[in-house]
Each structure stands twice: as C-alpha cells, then as structure tokens.
C-alpha cells in the first residue's frame, strides 16, 4: 500500500474493469499514471467502481 499524488496531466486512463473469474464478477476502479496504475475495488470505495470513474472522469479538465 502507498499513497500518491497525481496532478491531471500523470493519468493515461481512469476506467472501471469488469472480470470474471471461477464465475465471479469482479468491478475495479482503476487509474492508470503510466508508471503507476491504481486499482480500487467496491469495497476500498465504498461505492459501485462504474459509478465512481463516471464521477471521477466529469471533474477531468478538458485538453485543448
């Protein structure tokens, strides 16, 4: 475990990653920073992980 602090310009990606796996469905919230890719699952967020990259992904500045 680490923490890091990113600015806007460091993240690549900001996704929710579905996966199944022994017939389990598995959401994961994940930031990619290029040399570092953060995974959060539901219960790190507290909230459903499409729901929170959705989140995430509205405050992102736009790039011209």
Do not use: K, N
């Not at 475990?1 to 690549?12: G, N, P, T």
């Not at 890719?37 to 539901?42: D, E, G, I």
């Not at 990259?53 to 509205?58: K, N």
Request: charge should be positive; proline fraction near 3%; charged fraction near 30%.
């Amino acid at each position: 475990l680490c923490r890091a602090r990113l600015s806007w310009a460091e993240i690549e990606d900001i996704r929710a990653e579905t996966r199944f796996r022994y017939g389990v469905r598995s959401t994961t919230l994940e930031v990619d920073a290029g040399r570092l890719l953060a995974v959060f699952s539901r219960r790190a967020l507290g909230t459903d992980p499409v729901a929170a990259a959705d989140l995430v992904s509205a405050f992102r500045p736009v790039t011209r």
